[in-house]
Nanobody, 119 residues
């Protein structure tokens, strides 16, 4: 049974910081990512980290967000600095197997989401 559980969301003021965590169980995934979605809009890829440590980010968050992972804890993180109201979304972590690893890939496993609200 594969489970991804996000935590760390909440409400912060513009310019503030927040750190999201994603506890992963049932799989040691080499490709994990963060996505976000606002009501009525398409899901948006935010950041991804490959098994080799390579990271990629959406242009909208480059320089502000940092994705990292702790393989020993099987935990994924998203450090969000300089938060803006437009960062207000439900944030989801996701994992996949196979060769491909990009924000355009099809991810097999998803968390339930954690809400981030910036005002």
């Amino acid at each position: 049974h594969v489970q991804l559980v996000e935590s760390g969301g909440g409400s912060v003021q513009a310019g503030g910081s927040l750190r999201l965590s994603c506890e992963i169980s049932g799989i040691t995934a080499s490709c994990v990512a963060w996505f976000r979605q606002a009501p009525g809009k398409e899901r948006e890829g935010v950041a991804i980290i490959h098994g080799n440590g390579r990271t990629d980010y959406a242009d909208s968050v480059k320089g502000r967000f940092t994705i990292s992972k702790d393989d020993a804890k099987n935990t994924l993180y998203l450090q969000m600095n300089g938060l803006k109201p437009e960062d207000t979304h439900m944030y989801y972590c996701a994992a996949k197997g196979g060769w491909a690893c990009s924000l355009e890939s099809t991810f097999n496993y998803w968390g339930q989401g954690t809400q981030v609200t910036v005002s």
